[in-house]
C-alpha cells in the first residue's frame, strides 16, 4: 500500500508540473483588468500631454523674449522678436529673434512653432517687438499671446516695459 500511494502521489507531482503556467481564463480576465484601466487613465493622459506643449510652447517664446533683450544689451543695438501669427485660432508658426528694428536682418535665433499648439495674439496678427541698446522695448507694446490645445490655455503676456509671464488666465496685467 506504502508504494501505491508513493507512486500516485508522485504521479500527481508530475502532474502538476506538466500543467504549469495560466489558463486561457486567467489570462482574458487579466487583459480584461487591463483594458479597462487604460481606458480610465487615457483621458487623463490627452490632458496631461497636451498641458505639457502649451507649457513647453509658452517657455520657449519667454525664453526668446529674454534672448531678445539681453542681447540689445549685448550688441548694444536694436533686436526685434518677431511672432508670425495669420489670425485667430492659427498653428503657432516659427519665430525669429534679429539685430534689426523691423524683424528682417540677421537672425539671432530661429524657433520652430509647434504644429499641435494653436495661437490667437491680441492684435490679430503678427507681433514685432523691438528692444533698443538699454534693452527697453520700442515698438510693441503690451501685447498676449493665447496658446490652446486640446481644451488646455495659457497666456503669455508682454508687459510695455518687453517683460513676459505665463499665465492661466486671459486678464494679463498691466
Do not use: Y
Not at 123 to 128: A, C, I
Amino acid at each position: 500500500m506504502d508504494n501505491q500511494e508513493a507512486l500516485t502521489q508522485s504521479q500527481r507531482a508530475q502532474g502538476r508540473a506538466r500543467h504549469g503556467g495560466f489558463t486561457a481564463v486567467e489570462l482574458m480576465v487579466t487583459l480584461a483588468v487591463v483594458a479597462v484601466l487604460v481606458a480610465l487613465a487615457a483621458p487623463a493622459f490627452q490632458n496631461l500631454i497636451a498641458t505639457q506643449r502649451i507649457k513647453s510652447v509658452a517657455s520657449a517664446l519667454n525664453e526668446s523674449l529674454w534672448v531678445a533683450r539681453s542681447e540689445a544689451l549685448k550688441r548694444n543695438d536694436k533686436v526685434s522678436f518677431r511672432f508670425v501669427n495669420s489670425g485667430g485660432g492659427t498653428v503657432v508658426g516659427d519665430w525669429k529673434v534679429t539685430q534689426s528694428s523691423d524683424g528682417s536682418g540677421t537672425a539671432i535665433l530661429q524657433q520652430m512653432g509647434s504644429p499641435a499648439v494653436v495661437s490667437t495674439t491680441s492684435t490679430g496678427g503678427n507681433l514685432l517687438f523691438t528692444f533698443n541698446s538699454s534693452g527697453r522695448l520700442t515698438s510693441g507694446g503690451q501685447s498676449s499671446i493665447q496658446l490652446s490645445s486640446a481644451n488646455v490655455n495659457r497666456w503669455v503676456c508682454i508687459s510695455a516695459s518687453g517683460r513676459a509671464i505665463t499665465q492661466s488666465t486671459s486678464t494679463c496685467p498691466p
